[in-house]
């Protein structure tokens, strides 16, 4: 069982940067992929960013490619998303996942409550 929550969102102007965290709890961090997903008012939800057990390997939607960056600190069972160079269609509830197997074929088994961004224009 892995329990998730978030930190980090907010109201942020077009242009500006956020990072989000993930606390994870218990002693198998390290076996789970982690992923961050967002949903948009009205709209499905989307995937963001995945990253492997060790970080070594991360994939992330087209639209945030080159402005956000996930990572993860084993050690303090944390995973990141820096979000720079925000746009109001970043605006969306972001939520961290813990999955197995890695993509495409992962299975999200653990969800966080999500965290509110907003980008103003």
């Known amino acids: 069982q892995v329990q998730l929550v978030e930190s980090g969102g907010g109201l942020v102007q077009a242009g500006g940067s956020l990072r989000l965290s993930c606390a994870a709890s218990g002693r198998t961090f390290t076996t789970y992929v982690m992923g961050w997903f967002r949903r948009a008012l009205g709209k499905e939800r989307e995937f963001v960013a995945a990253i492997n057990w060790s970080g070594g390997s991360t994939r992330y939607v087209n639209s945030v490619k080159g402005r956000f960056t996930i990572s993860r600190d084993n050690a303090k069972n944390t995973v990141s998303l820096q979000m720079n160079s925000l746009k109001p269609e970043d605006t969306a509830v972001y939520y961290c996942?813990?999955?197995?197997?890695?993509?495409?074929?992962?299975?999200?088994?653990?969800w966080g409550q999500g965290t509110q961004v907003t980008v103003s224009s």
């Open positions: 996942a813990a999955g197995s197997y890695w993509l495409p074929s992962t299975s999200w088994d653990y």
